[in-house]
């Protein structure tokens, strides 16, 4: 139904406005606090708010009723989202300019489509090949160095965006799989607990104190609000409705949200080269993922699936 694409659309780009604002106020915390304190902090006031609504809008029935194999897919997503999240906010925390980080994340959206084809058996064809080879040039120019050794080839923390674009790839098509027999709110309830579970743990492991700034406090609870509360609970709508990576056709756009957004909070802007395979990395998404909504078409090609 037009109306369910409509609504899945809006949910992505809700998401990615929302997202983006999680690369600046992760960042500017990360610059006044330990990642583990970090962590505490954002996952609690993440899950109190996913357990707040869920509550209140009776969303936690399914609790009574869920099966073992339920079970095993929440407790499995939990670990996939654990090594999810600490590669992300460890990439937030080690390149410097929060745009360049998104820019990279790019390669996000790219995995999921190519894991749509070969795991969902969604359609692919060749102007989304098109797509993910210039996806993959622009992060490649970002990240590029000048360095001719395999340690100063690519800018530090580009491991970590791709370790983590792995793992998120994989969490959203489990999620993709499971999305109408588990709410989205039971599913980000489940991601926000282990996820507090985690950093209470490396609190500890690392023997950090409970105590921090005012203001990484200020940003952590609104980057907490916009993050593992709406822009994670509206990314799982969005999946109801329309296909993982017809959702990524929005949140491609992110690195310009968050290129803005980092010249006003930190006056920091990329080199001009990171820029130029930034804007490479969405126009790559874009044509990838507009594509894959048949909305861009070779006359002629036919798409094919992964058989």
Do not use: C
């Not at 009574?64 to 095993?72: D, E, V």
């Not at 060749?126 to 001719?148: D, K, N, Q, R």
């Not at 579970?197 to 690392?206: N, Q, R």
């Not at 993922?289 to 699936?305: D, N, P, Y």
């Amino acid at each position: 139904m037009k109306s369910d694409t409509f609504k899945g659309y809006l949910f992505a780009l809700i998401a990615t406005l929302a997202f983006s604002n999680v690369y600046i106020l992760s960042k500017a915390a990360l610059n006044e606090v330990h990642l583990a304190q970090f962590g505490v902090y954002w996952f609690a006031i993440g899950a109190l708010l996913n357990l707040v609504f869920a509550w209140k809008y009776k969303k936690l029935a399914q609790l009574k009723t869920l099966t073992k194999k339920q079970i095993r897919v929440l407790l499995s997503l939990g670990i996939i989202e654990i090594l999810t999240t600490a590669t992300f906010f460890i990439s937030v925390n080690v390149i410097t300019d929060p745009a360049v980080t998104s820019f990279l994340g790019n390669m996000f959206p790219v995995m999921v489509t190519m894991g749509g084809v070969f795991i969902l058996k969604e359609k692919f064809g060749l102007i989304e090949v098109f797509g993910i080879a210039l996806a993959i040039t622009g992060a490649f120019v970002i990240s590029y160095t000048g360095g001719t050794s395999l340690k100063t080839f690519f800018i530090k923390g580009t491991g970590w965006v791709f370790i983590n674009a792995i793992f998120a790839t994989v969490a959203t098509l489990v999620v993709k799989v499971h999305v109408k027999n588990l709410t989205p709110e039971l599913l980000n309830i489940n991601r926000t607990i282990w996820l507090l579970i985690f950093s209470i743990i490396m609190l500890f492991v690392y023997k950090q104190s409970m105590e921090i700034p005012v203001s990484a406090f200020k940003n952590i609870a609104l980057g907490a609000f916009l993050g593992p509360f709406l822009a994670i609970l509206t990314v799982y709508y969005s999946f109801r409705y329309i296909d993982a990576s017809r959702s990524a056709i929005f949140q491609s756009l992110k690195g310009i949200f968050v290129l803005i957004g980092a010249w006003f909070v930190f006056k920091s802007f990329p080199l001009p080269h990171q820029i130029i395979g930034g804007m490479i990395t969405v126009v790559g998404v874009l044509i990838m993922t507009l594509g894959q909504a048949g909305i861009l078409k070779l006359k002629g090609i036919k798409a094919f699936k992964k058989s």
